[in-house]
């Protein structure tokens, strides 16, 4: 289940941009700042083959995965590469069905409540709040005050570690990280640096 990953660390690593070659060394990075969730978006340089190296490379109990996933055909070549998990920037329910058949965690993006309902009814794992930036702390409450209980709420987009708080004051379960954890341009050394500063952050949350 995806809160068992969650459960120490609900940070999902979302690496835009990564490289195969620098796959195993990001990957092992933000495994020893605690994270648990590495994401791949489809719109990286060769995307599936660093998936396929994070799948290979990393401890049990990651949950490896694609990002920016558009159509049911890119979720089977995740899936044949090793990822089990999907994650998309918008709610299209073919592919979260799609994610579903093959046995994989799902977390569309939606950006109101109609999108929502309609991908949890169509089997999300959680919902993806995005873009994070659009949708502030006050709307999340709202949402919280009518979603089912038990559902995974991660805002996604420009979430830093002094921006945490408000939304889980909110509601919000967890969050999704982007440039502000990790660009092409950074160093491992530098990515290192990022994730211990969120892991940090979550651990004073709570």
């Keep these: 289940m995806l809160r068992d990953y969650l459960a120490d660390l609900p940070l999902v690593a979302i690496l835009r941009g990564l490289r195969p070659d620098s796959a195993e060394a990001v990957g092992m990075a933000l495994v020893e700042a605690g994270f648990r969730i ?9 995307p599936f083959r660093s998936i396929e190296i994070l799948a290979k490379a990393m401890p049990d109990g990651v949950l490896v995965g694609g ?13 044949d590469v090793g990822g089990k998990l999907i994650v998309m920037p918008h709610g299209d329910t073919d592919v979260i ?49 009518v979603l089912p209980k038990d559902t995974i709420v991660l805002p996604v987009g420009g979430i830093r570690p002094d921006t ?16 502000a954890l990790f660009t092409p341009t950074m160093g491992v050394e530098d990515v290192a640096r990022n994730a211990r500063a969120f892991a940090d952050a979550w651990k004073e949350l709570r």
């Excluded at 590495?38 to 060769?46: G, R, T």
């Excluded at 558009?70 to 995740?78: M, R, S």
């Excluded at 799609?98 to 991908?119: D, I, N, S, W």
Aim: with cysteine; glycine share 10%; hydrophobic share 45%.
């Design 38 to 46: 590495i994401e791949v978006p489809l719109n990286s340089p060769d």
């Design 67 to 79: 990002g920016t996933v558009l159509d049911p055909e890119q979720v089977d070549g995740i899936r």
């Design 97 to 145: 069905r799609r994610a579903k058949e093959h046995r994989m965690l799902c977390t569309p993006g939606v950006a109101t409540p109609t999108e929502a309902f309609a991908a949890l009814k169509a089997g999300a794992d959680a919902i993806k709040i995005f873009p994070a930036e659009g949708i502030p702390p006050a709307i999340v409450k709202a949402w919280r005050a």
């Design 164 to 179: 945490m708080k408000s939304y889980v004051d909110a509601g919000a379960d967890g969050f999704g990280l982007g440039s």
